[in-house]
DNA sequence: CGGGATCCCACTGGATACTG
DNA sequence: CAGTATCCAGTGGGATCCCG
């Protein structure tokens, strides 16, 4: 870990749209009416909850409350049940509820979410690999600013 | 817009890696004592503002503060100035203030920055392609749950 | 017993006014 | 113009309670 997202078919056809999207010189422009839109997408989407979530559940696929809490490092259950839902409406997971005793409810990616997940691999690559420049850079900024 | 970054040579290289990523059948492990440091550090670059000043910035190179106001829609300044502060902190961005009589500072992406948003492309990409099956997700839930 | 709803509190983010 | 300071509403975390 960061293991990149298992790579399924939806994943490569995403990381091929990824790959297409640079060498052009130019890009196309979308209906501008959409900009704000895609802007609150990106927003809503790029939440650092939601992210991690996304990578577990890539990671072990489905998955129990509990199990995910574990896994999902540093957040509260509230916030686990907050991102959870939010992520179900927005049609990335799918909530499964086993009515037994003891309760029993599983979570997994949609090919929505997966294909959101594929989607942010290369944030993932970015970010083993640039961990440490961004740390140098920190100490720098901070000795800095402490004179 | 969301015009797709200026394609770079990081960006095609970037771009480059993330396809790597995904066709082989299984990926390598990072050092796990890692993972936390960069699950972090996920957590602090999925941010709902850094990803869109950084796409303001990819898309207009450098910028004055106003400027960047104007095309961040909804962000207040205090966050705007928050954000550009992180961002500089971690080596996303330089903050060059020209000491002339109306103050003038100029924002601009660092190699760092550069292929940080080229890594965000595919979750461009993802936001630009997915947003009707996200609403349509959203009105299904939003009804289910209204009964 | 696991999932999650509630209460309380600290902190964050927004709006506005002010300064170098 | 580019912040900083102030005030206030809303959000997130911790602990607790509850229901199946």
Redesign the interface.
Request: glycine share 4%.
């Given at each position: 870990?960061?293991?990149?997202?298992?790579?399924t078919p939806a994943?490569?056809k995403?990381?091929?749209?990824?790959?297409a999207?640079?060498?052009?010189?130019q890009?196309e422009?979308?209906d501008?009416r959409?900009?704000?839109?895609?802007?609150d997408?990106?927003?809503?989407?790029?939440?650092?909850?939601?992210?991690?979530v996304m990578?577990v559940l890539t990671e072990n696929g489905e998955m129990r409350f509990t199990r995910l809490a574990e896994k999902v490092?540093g957040i509260s259950q509230k916030m686990l049940t907050k991102t959870v839902r939010v992520m179900?409406?927005?049609?990335l997971l799918v909530r499964t509820v086993h009515p037994v005793v003891p309760p029993h409810v599983d979570y997994k990616l949609t090919p929505?979410g997966l294909?959101?997940s594929?989607?942010?691999?290369?944030?993932?690559?970015?970010?083993?690999e640039?961990?440490e420049?961004?740390e140098?850079?920190?100490r720098v900024?901070?000795k800095n600013a402490a004179k």
């Open positions: 870990m960061p293991k990149l997202a298992a790579p994943q490569i995403k990381a091929k749209a990824i790959l999207c640079a060498p052009p010189p890009t422009d979308i501008p959409l900009e704000p839109l895609v802007n997408l990106i927003g809503r989407v790029a939440d650092k909850w939601t992210v991690i990578e490092t179900e409406r927005d049609g929505l294909s959101l594929a989607a942010f691999c290369g944030v993932w690559i970015w970010a083993a640039n961990i420049q961004v140098k850079s920190r900024f901070d």
